[in-house]
């Protein structure tokens, strides 16, 4: 496939095709809303956690699969469904991510047992995937290569907005009506959704009529990617260790079995595309180095500095609050300068944030963990609107469900990697001490190690980030 001259024609005839992002604010209004349902659904689970362990009585094991399996069940549909996505329409499979999550979401509100609650949390992480592709190809196609930078930027604003709202949304909803009320308040705007879509958008996008859908890639992805994540969470142990080996060999299979078969479900001829490529991996590599520092602040403003859990929640709010404004600017900042100028400045402050918080220790005062905090928000805000524009815009039109569903895959690998190295360092340092304050010295130690390692992970997110950085002034100039 010639990538550089299926661009090129797509670059001639952008503007003749896509309209302008005043011009296309139902598309806006319906990715937007789309994005913060999902940004809601992902983040308000923290929040009834506790509340659903004290009504079914369960174990924290327990309680962690009912966030767990909605995370792998992201990550399982996300590549598939960016090739069903291209074959059968963005906005059928638009429509039945909405579907899937409302009828998930129901299930969940009315689960009479853990087991049923588990098996709709999974329901709704298949929602969720096909929502994320088919948002973003959505958005992708309806606007011009030079306003992407500027349409992502606003709808990943809205995701993280969503974040914020599940936190006094959700807090209101349970500590008022119960756990369940967090889990139907999504349906009525997931349906209003499916109302202004089916009204104020006619078009529809499908770029893979003819090919066949890869089961078996399927089948070799989704069992190499269930047995990383679940090896990651107890990398600690043996059995850790050999599922992380099953699945390296899993995805090499994959691999092989994808350059052989001729409709691939995933074509993994285009990671021969460096623009592409090395985004994507500073996508994993940025995610890896960031997610995990959310538990490290929190045990340490919790545990540390003894905070109340209210009090907690504000400061860490401060994360999603800076990553929604910073990402609107470098979205739009991104379709007039270098992208990966932008993206890699937002690391570099990412690791300025990762420094400070590598010596938190007793003495360390609030205010620094506050402006580390403001930091990596801002940062990660300013990486991943450019870095997503950079991954979007890489591949030709006919590919761009493709795209959607390697950020959405990226993003999962990375948060898994991050919360395994948490979980390592964490176990090797404090073995079966409780985190709390009497283990406050090991405490202290394991989240240094963590964020120095966080750190060290960052630096070479920045070195994938700046490859290429002289190529192009924008993502949009073609040779």
């Known amino acids: 496939m010639n990538f550089k001259s299926d661009k090129t024609n797509e670059t001639k005839n952008d503007s003749k095709i896509k309209g302008t992002l005043s011009k296309n604010k139902y598309i806006l209004l319906i990715t937007s809303l789309s994005y913060f349902l999902c940004g809601f659904s992902v983040s308000v689970i923290s929040i009834a956690l506790k509340h659903i362990g004290m009504d079914f009585e369960i174990s924290a094991v327990a309680q962690s699969w009912i966030a767990t399996i909605f995370f792998l069940s992201i990550a399982i549909f996300s590549l598939p469904f960016g090739k069903i996505a291209g074959k059968f329409g963005l906005k059928k499979m638009f429509y039945l991510g909405l579907i899937v999550l409302s009828i998930a979401s129901f299930g969940a509100s009315i689960s009479n047992s853990v087991e049923v609650l588990i098996g709709f949390r999974a329901l709704q992480g298949l929602g969720i995937a096909i929502l994320n592709v088919s948002t973003l190809a959505i958005l992708t196609e309806s606007m011009p290569i030079g306003e992407r930078g500027k349409g992502i930027g606003i709808i990943t604003s809205v995701a993280y907005i969503g974040l914020i709202a599940s936190e006094v949304i959700g807090g209101f909803l349970t500590h008022n009506f119960g756990w369940r009320s967090v889990f139907l308040v999504v349906i009525p705007f997931l349906i209003l959704t499916a109302i202004i879509t089916y009204l104020k958008v006619p078009n529809e996008w499908k770029f893979m009529k003819g090919d066949k859908f890869d089961y078996v890639g399927a089948l070799i992805f989704a069992i190499a990617i269930s047995l990383i994540i679940y090896g990651l969470t107890v990398i600690h142990t043996l059995t850790g260790a050999i599922l992380i080996v099953i699945s390296i060999i899993l995805f090499a299979l994959f691999g092989i079995w994808e350059l052989k078969v001729k409709d691939p479900m995933y074509p993994v001829k285009i990671l021969k595309n460096r623009e592409f490529t090395f985004a994507s991996i500073a996508a994993i590599l940025c995610s890896f180095a960031t997610f995990a520092i959310l538990y490290i602040v929190t045990y ?95 591949l030709p039109s006919k590919l761009s469900s493709i795209a959607s569903a390697t950020v959405s895959t990226t993003r999962v690998i990375g948060e898994s990697l991050s919360l395994s190295m948490k979980t390592l360092i964490f176990a090797i340092i404090m073995g079966s001490l409780a985190i709390a304050p009497e283990n406050s010295l090991s405490l202290i130690l394991s989240s240094q190690i963590v964020t120095i390692l966080a750190s060290i992970v960052c630096v070479f997110a920045i070195l994938f980030s700046l490859i290429g950085i002289n190529s192009n002034d924008k993502v949009n100039s073609k040779k």
């Not at 109340?308 to 007039?336: E, F, H």
Request: net charge positive.
């Open 300 to 394: 340490h403003l919790q545990i540390i500095k003894e905070l109340p859990t209210d009090y907690t929640g504000l400061i860490t709010m401060l994360l999603p609050i800076s990553m929604a404004v910073s990402t609107v600017i470098a979205g739009r900042l991104s379709d007039k300068f270098n992208p990966r100028l932008i993206a890699s400045s937002g690391l570099g402050i990412i690791l300025i944030a990762l420094v400070i918080l590598s010596i938190l220790d007793k003495n360390t005062t609030l205010f620094v963990i506050i402006i580390a905090i403001i930091l990596q928000g801002i940062g990660y805000g300013m990486f991943i609107s450019p870095n997503t524009n950079i991954v979007v815009s890489a």
